[in-house]
């Protein structure tokens, strides 16, 4: 079965991060990159970039953010293979945003 991993950041959590400890952690996020189960995983443009679109009385609305009230933002994900959402979840507690103050959604595809 295919999981997504989503990864959500408190970037406030960051600011403390030495250098040399963000070299150490991308080592970490790239071992879940290289992880044989791992299909494909993409790291996300500042929230500050991003784009919302809604369509209200059949007119588009493009607004920037997303603004949500909320202290965690979605940062990357990984798409992975595994034989349950309990080994999906095992691989998501690899990934450093789950011990920095973030959390890893683990959520099972529903393929079209």
Same mark, same amino acid.
Do not use: C, H
């Given at each position: 079965?295919?999981?997504?991993?989503?990864?959500?950041?408190?970037?406030?959590?960051?600011?403390?991060? @030495?250098? =040399? %400890?963000?070299? #150490?952690? &991308?080592?970490?996020?790239?071992?879940?990159?290289?992880?044989? /189960?791992? !299909? +494909?995983?993409?790291?996300?443009?500042?929230?500050?970039?991003?784009?919302?679109?809604?369509?209200?009385?059949?007119?588009?609305?493009?607004?920037?953010?997303?603004?949500?009230? @909320?202290? =965690? %933002?979605?940062? #990357?994900? &990984?798409?992975?293979?595994?034989?349950?959402?309990?080994?999906? /979840?095992? !691989? +998501?507690?690899?990934?450093?945003?789950?011990?920095?103050?973030?959390?890893?959604?683990?959520?099972?595809?529903?393929?079209?």
């Amino acid at each position: 079965m295919k999981y997504m991993l989503l990864v959500y950041d408190d970037p406030t959590k960051w600011t403390d991060v @030495t250098d =040399e %400890q963000m070299q #150490g952690l &991308y080592v970490e996020y790239g071992a879940v990159s290289q992880n044989p /189960a791992t !299909i +494909g995983s993409a790291r996300l443009q500042p929230v500050e970039t991003a784009k919302t679109v809604r369509i209200k009385g059949g007119d588009t609305l493009v607004t920037d953010g997303p603004f949500a009230e @909320t202290k =965690e %933002q979605l940062g #990357g994900y &990984y798409l992975v293979e595994a034989g349950s959402i309990e080994d999906a /979840a095992k !691989i +998501g507690a690899a990934i450093p945003s789950a011990r920095m103050g973030g959390s890893v959604e683990v959520r099972e595809l529903v393929e079209m």
